[in-house]
């Protein structure tokens, strides 16, 4: 059974997506062997104990990144997720990404399970910086501190070590479990809990679907299991549901 096929007879799909769907949009992952990964250690730059170790060290990796992700547009991939939701095929795009790219292409149903970029707050008080007053204060400052009470803000990511946003992990599992498949698309499903999501969906019944270039724990469970460009793989997918 192809994809197209799978997706017309498993509704509604539930998609999951990660780093790799913004390759194509210029966006470095991190797994790959040109990744994040490989020139930065997750442990140094992307913990919690990190941040609160030297904020500014962590500030440093995410104004690196800010940059990178500031520029990039949504590519064929994204546009294909907000085509088929528009179509009814998609319900929701369940993203571990931060970037804002489904948004940006058109999905209004998204769930941004490891947050995103878009503002930064305050540990202390809670107060908000969005993108472009963060992107002005790392200017002249490696650690953007609150304008309310001087406390050194953090991005509102999910760093590792870190809970996930409650409401965001629970709507996805909840997804999930109702589905008629879950597509994950350009992730490697090695991060927890986000990596339990294809188990959970296959233990409601719900079929699975993976688009990766590179081989993830699930492709054995896999009904349709894709082995090539995201971008690519949903534009021809979008254009074969569109034709009835
Ligand atoms: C938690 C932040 C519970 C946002 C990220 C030690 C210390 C602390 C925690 C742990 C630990 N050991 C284990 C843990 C748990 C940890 C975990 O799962 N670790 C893993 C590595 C084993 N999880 C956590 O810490 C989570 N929190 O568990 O809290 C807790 C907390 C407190 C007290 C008690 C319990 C938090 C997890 C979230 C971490 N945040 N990033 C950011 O900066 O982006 S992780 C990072 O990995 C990103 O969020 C990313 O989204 C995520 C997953 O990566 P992928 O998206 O899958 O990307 P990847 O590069 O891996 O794969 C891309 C794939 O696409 C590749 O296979 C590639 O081939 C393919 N591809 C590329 N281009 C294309 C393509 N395919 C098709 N087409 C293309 N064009
Ligand atoms: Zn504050």
Known sequence: MDLAELMRSRRPC???TGAGISTESGIPDFRSPSGIWAQYDPMEYATISAFRRDPAKVWEFYALRFEALSR???NAGHLA?????RGGFVRAVVTQNIDGLHTRAGS???IEVHGSIRTASCPACGERMALADLVEALGDDPAPGCARCGEILKPDVVMFGELLPVGALERAQQLVRTAGM?????????VY???ALPDEALAAGASLAIVNQAPTPYDGLAEVRVDGPAGATLAALAEALASP
């Not at 997720?81 to 939701?85: F, G, I, N, V, W």
């Not at 879950?182 to 090695?190: A, H, N, P, Q, R």
């Open 14 to 16: 539930v998609v999951l």
């Open 193 to 195: 809990p986000v990596a």
């Open 72 to 74: 990039a547009e949504p």
């Open 182 to 190: 879950l597509l994950v698309v350009g992730s490697s499903l090695e």
């Open 108 to 110: 209004a149903d998204v």
């Open 81 to 85: 997720l907000a085509e088929l939701e």
